[in-house]
């Protein structure tokens, strides 16, 4: 079945330092992916959409220049936490959507990111 | 807009009991789709179950099933046989049916269910 591949999926940094997640298609095309953040016990929120060879769509709320996103080729897009603070620590977890309208996305097993 | 309710934060059910999660929705859409997924201590997203709005008949996935209910907008999962691998968090997400990858899932809240021994 389609897999979705996320690295790394744990990063403990200081402050201030950038942290660059990676999202992968392993075995499909993806044009679009997701990215969310998740905090304790709470749910999946939308931070952005990740478009192949454009910009990408952000979320009310949520800083383009903090959350920075890149979608270079169909099977890899890339967020990077810029100068990451404590309040950034979170669990990242991307999703990908496979070309046919009625299948469900296909997950990253997510990234847990601790910030000192 | 989509809304997606999960009216039950907390779950619990004895091991080999039934459980059944509630989930409502609101949308204006006649054409999409409704999913269950698993989110167990490792926080791996698993998807449970699926089920296409045209079709009337209840999606079920081995001990997993559904209960669908286009008019009155509900979607519970029942979860037969409950084991301990069932602990875990288990959300109801809502997408439109749309050509393209473009294809969002509204989310609800969660609920979080506990399978006692």
């Known amino acids: 079945g389609a897999v979705v591949s996320q690295h790394p999926s744990r990063v403990i940094c200081k402050s201030g330092t950038s942290v660059k997640i990676e999202c992968r298609s392993l075995?499909?095309?993806?044009?679009?992916m997701f990215w969310y953040r998740q905090f304790p016990k709470q749910s999946l929120m939308l931070m952005a959409t990740?478009?192949?060879?454009?910009?990408?769509?952000?979320e009310q709320g949520v800083e383009k220049d903090k959350f920075l996103i890149n979608h270079a080729s169909l099977t890899l897009s890339t967020l990077t936490v810029t100068s990451a603070h404590p309040e950034d620590s979170s669990f990242y977890i991307c999703?990908?959507?496979?070309?046919?309208?009625?299948?469900?996305?296909?997950f990253g097993d997510g990234t847990r990111l601790s910030i000192l | 807009a989509q809304t997606v309710t999960q009216s039950q934060p907390e779950m619990s059910v004895q091991e080999a009991e039934t459980v059944t999660l509630s989930c409502t929705y609101d949308?204006?859409?006649?054409?999409?789709?409704l999913f269950w997924y698993k989110q167990p201590p490792s926080r791996q997203m698993i998807l449970v179950i699926r089920?296409?709005?045209?079709k009337q008949q209840n999606a079920t996935e081995n001990r997993f099933s559904v209960n669908f209910q286009k008019a009155a907008k509900s979607f519970s999962l029942k979860i037969s046989d409950s084991q301990l691998g069932d602990t875990a968090m288990y959300f109801c997400?809502?997408?439109?049916?749309?050509?393209?990858?473009?294809?969002?899932?509204?989310w609800g809240l969660g609920t979080s269910l506990a399978v006692n021994p």
């Open positions: 999703s990908a959507n496979e070309g046919v309208s009625n299948q469900p996305q296909h």
């Open positions: 075995d499909f095309q993806a044009t679009t």
């Open positions: 990740s478009n192949e060879g454009s910009k990408a769509t952000y």
């Open positions: 949308t204006s859409e006649n054409n999409y789709y």
């Open positions: 089920q296409e709005a045209y």
């Open positions: 997400a809502f997408m439109k049916a749309q050509a393209g990858n473009n294809r969002k899932l509204i």
